[in-house]
């Protein structure tokens, strides 16, 4: 089991909200991180968590002084060939990969992060990112692969979605409490208004055929009752959470 959170911390640069949710957590994926939260971050899970940065995967932050982390449990993940890809913008946005292999065993999974394109106009812009995102993510050589952001995605937004993989909230069965986690202001737990309310922040599963079990089974799926949203007042977006079950793919095995 893996154990997932995903969350725009608002160029925070102390972020204690995400040091408490960590503790329920195994992998990271963070947006709008600042150097100075990285080092907090850095300092703070020492010891527990590899935090990885755009400067350690051979990359810089962007000219507005932020971009993305990700950071993994040490005692559950050996981290393999961190890295920062370009992607197609006019912001400088840049997907993150990490390989992790499960400690004591051959299990490899690929997660992998991103801040997609910021604003209403920029839908052909995204969906572009998420054919790229999509690419990294039928790599073959893993088991199993996750993308955990901030899509910026829009309600009437589809189109690319499908090729990064399965929706967590959608195979969570859609529920409704669970559906906004966005909506333009910190809300420290308020109630999201629909008015406003969108699901940007979005976990993606990408599965292959699992070795063992039916010809149906993937290599990784969520497990049901474990989907959630964390609130702060200090983000205007809610953290994303969920579990999942990773086992070995065939392809990769042969």
């Given amino acids: 089991e893996v154990r997932v959170l995903t969350w725009n911390i608002n160029l925070q640069p102390h972020c204690a909200f995400v040091l408490n949710t960590a503790q329920s957590a195994d992998v990271l994926c963070l947006q709008e991180v600042t150097p100075m939260a990285a080092a907090w971050l850095q300092t703070e899970l020492e010891g527990t968590f590899h935090v990885i940065t755009p400067p350690q995967c051979g990359g ?63 839908v052909a ?6 054919k790229e995102v999509a690419k990294h993510m039928c ?22 979605v499908e090729l990064c ?30 008015s406003r309310a969108q699901r940007f922040d979005r ?11 039916g010809p149906n089974k993937e290599s990784v799926e969520l497990q049901q009752g474990t989907f959630s949203l964390c609130t702060h007042g200090d983000t205007d977006h809610c953290g994303v ?14």
């Fill in 60 to 122: 810089a932050w962007d000219t507005e002084g932020h971009g993305v982390a990700i950071a993994v449990r040490q005692s559950m993940f050996e981290v393999q060939a961190p890295r920062l890809h370009k992607m197609t913008s006019e912001q400088e946005r840049c997907l993150m990969t990490v390989g992790l292999r499960v400690q004591q065993s051959r299990l490899d999974l690929l997660v992998a992060t991103a801040h997609l394109e910021s604003g209403r106009e920029a």
């Fill in 125 to 130: 812009m995204r969906q572009t990112q998420l």
């Fill in 139 to 160: 790599n073959t050589s893993f088991d199993a692969a996750l993308f955990a952001a901030d899509c910026n995605l829009r309600q009437e937004e589809v189109g690319s």
């Fill in 165 to 194: 993989g399965q929706d967590a909230w959608v195979l969570a069965g859609e529920p409704k409490d669970k559906q906004w986690t966005w909506h333009g202001a910190g809300h420290d737990g308020a109630q999201l208004t629909t």
């Fill in 203 to 213: 976990i993606f599963l990408k599965g292959r055929r699992a070795a063992d079990g």
């Fill in 241 to 254: 959470q969920c579990t999942l079950r990773v086992g070995t793919s065939r392809e990769k095995q042969r």
